[in-house]
């Protein structure tokens, strides 16, 4: 089994920055890639940004030069490094790990709220 927990989020300004990150741990030899999601009220779960575990990375059009998904395998760890934010970006922010073991199966963190506003 594999259990995400996020963390980082919080209230930052239009134009600044923030970093969240998502701890994997149990089963983690079963994961495939990574990414993340995001769901504002009254908005759709977006598809933030992926990570395979060659390294190969995905953008939303909307974060594309914005942020950077990365990740640290020996920590078993994934980050997302979100700059230039803008109030848009306010939503909450989930971890989500792909699976081969059971194949193709998804596995979603808590969430973590990202507020931008003045």
């Known amino acids: 089994q594999v259990q995400l927990v996020e963390s980082g989020g919080g209230l930052v300004q239009p134009g600044g920055s923030l970093r969240l990150s998502c701890a994997a741990s149990?089963?983690?030899?079963?994961?495939?890639?990574m990414g993340w999601y995001r769901q504002a009220p009254g908005k759709q779960r977006e598809l933030v940004a992926t990570?395979?575990?060659?390294?190969?990375?995905n953008y939303a059009d909307s974060v594309k030069t914005r942020f950077t998904i990365s990740r640290d395998n020996a920590k078993n760890t994934m980050y997302l490094q979100m700059n230039s934010l803008k109030p848009e970006d306010t939503a909450v922010y989930y971890c989500?790990?792909?699976?081969?073991?059971?194949?193709?199966?998804?596995?979603w963190g808590q969430g973590t709220q990202v507020t931008v506003s003045l």
């Open positions: 149990g089963w983690t030899g079963t994961i495939r890639a």
């Open positions: 990570i395979t575990n060659s390294g190969s990375t």
């Open positions: 989500i790990a792909e699976l081969t073991r059971p194949n193709g199966t998804v596995r």
